[in-house]
């Protein structure tokens, strides 16, 4: 996904070099829906997560006459790292999503812009178990154990408002929110190999971020 994500990057910001409005870093939190997942952890002795993730990432946008826009923002989260109700298992939930933006300006003015957008993408959700006891080399050859990684995710719909403020002439300073829907919830994998009967969880959930960045 790295490659994916940094190929799209290169081509967007060589696209609209010359009409680039912002580029910011983000930092807010994310509400992915993991109701199903905690009710099935909890049934085998596990901690339930927090619902709510704090989520970190950069972005940027272009317009185009004022009032077209097309950007890029990637994003993750993560958990803190708990232990299961037995102390046998520690247990970590991240995500991660990147999406291409397009949108239109409803508000562009020297202090203020105001734009909505939907955003194209993909991400994923992943649940990892991890041994707290160390294994010894034996163990790890004669069987691999320790450490098992649960995925899911896919193609995203992430419609979301944009409100920025301009600082100084150069800085932005505001506030995108948005909801995203997944619609591959229920789709878990491991190492790759399709599982049946997982959580009808996955990404879908309410979002919203702290932008800072410079402008133009």
């Known amino acids: 996904m790295k490659k994916v994500v940094f190929g799209i990057v290169a081509v967007v910001a060589a696209v609209f070099a010359q009409e680039t409005n912002a580029t910011y870093v ?54 803190k790292e708990i232990t299961s109700k037995d102390g046998s298992v520690k247990e970590k939930l991240e995500n991660s999503a990147w999406f291409i933006n397009i949108g239109g ?24 178990l991890k041994e707290v006891s160390l294994p010894s080399f034996d163990d790890i050859i004669s069987g691999p154990a320790g450490v098992t990684k649960l995925e899911t995710g896919g193609f995203l719909l992430n419609p979301a408002l944009g409100v920025e403020f301009k600082i100084g002439g150069r800085y932005i300073l505001g506030i995108h929110g948005g909801f995203v829907f997944d619609p591959s919830t229920g789709d878990w994998e491991v190492e790759g190999t399709e599982i049946s009967g997982g959580p009808d969880d996955g990404l879908t959930g309410p979002w919203a971020n702290l932008v800072f960045g410079l402008g133009t």
Not at 47 to 70: N, P
Not at 105 to 121: C, E, K, Q, S, T
Request: charged letters at 15%.
């Open 26 to 79: 983000m930092l807010g939190l994310g509400q992915p829906q993991i109701d199903d997942l905690n009710d099935r952890l909890q049934s085998f002795n596990y901690s339930a997560f927090e619902k709510q993730l704090i989520s970190y990432g950069f972005g940027f946008y272009s317009t185009v006459g004022g009032k077209f826009l097309m950007g890029f923002e990637w994003s993750c989260a993560k958990s």
């Open 105 to 128: 300006m409803l508000i562009n003015a020297d202090v203020i812009r105001i734009f909505p957008y939907l955003g194209l993408g993909r991400g994923e959700l992943v649940l990892t």
